[in-house]
């Protein structure tokens, strides 16, 4: 059972322009969402965090959003870079548990 | 270098052999975690220690696997009898003893193959 769910496996976007990656989740006890990039032969790297009582956090380049209702998540990356070209995973997390849940990663792709 | 810290970064076995693999967390982290990765697959949880405690395991650790953290600091994770679908990326992640949420920092990982 997928509870964390990244729909498309890869993207490609111009260097400059915005990269938006989604997350879809099942579990509504999810209370705290991450986002990861992840380079080959490399572990995953932190990125960007947002609470289940927020519906936006802001980090730079980064910006991630949650929408609780339609139980979705976005990453937006604006600009974007060719070093942003890695695997980027969401994982999500509830109360009472330290189990990180994660999504099985898009692919982006950034061209210069 | 004060980031998590796996060994070896590769390791390539026999299938039916034992490997052991060890992780030395964020000094002052107190939960230690073990995923598994393997192509096309996010991390998949496999174990989780609060200090020398192990708080939770997952179905996906069979008898042939046992995780330890003896003193509370470095853990290690054996796998006895290997086979060759224990082939994957093992990556180690520590986090902040701290009531609200966190997040985990990982390693490098351990690349296993089993030939």
């Known amino acids: 059972d997928q509870q964390v769910k990244q729909n498309s496996p890869s993207l490609s976007v111009q260097e400059g322009r915005i990269s938006i990656l989604n997350c879809d989740y099942t579990n509504s006890m999810f209370d705290y969402f991450l986002w990861y990039k992840k380079y080959p032969a490399e572990g995953p790297t932190f990125l960007i965090s947002i609470s289940s009582i927020k519906d936006k956090n802001e980090d730079g380049r980064f910006t991630v959003f949650l929408n609780k209702s339609a139980k979705h998540l976005s990453l937006h990356i604006v600009p974007s870079q060719p070093g942003d070209s890695a695997v980027y995973f969401c994982?999500?997390?509830?109360?009472?548990?330290?189990?990180?849940?994660f999504g099985t990663g898009t692919r982006l792709k950034v061209l210069a | 270098d004060t980031g998590v810290s796996q060994d070896p970064r590769h390791k390539i076995t026999k299938r039916g052999q034992n490997v052991t693999f060890r992780c030395d967390p964020i000094s002052e982290h107190n939960r230690l975690y073990w995923y598994r990765q393997t192509l096309g697959q996010g991390p998949e949880f496999l174990t989780y220690f609060q200090n020398e405690a192990q708080l939770e395991k997952s179905r996906l650790l069979s008898d042939r696997f046992s995780a330890e953290r003896p003193k509370g600091s470095f853990s290690t994770l054996e796998i006895q009898r290997t086979e060759q679908g224990d082939s994957a990326m093992y990556l180690c992640a520590s986090s902040r003893p701290t009531g609200r949420r966190t997040e985990a920092f990982f390693g490098q990982g351990t690349r296993l193959t089993v030939v």
């Open positions: 994982a999500a997390i509830y109360s009472g548990t330290y189990k990180y849940i």
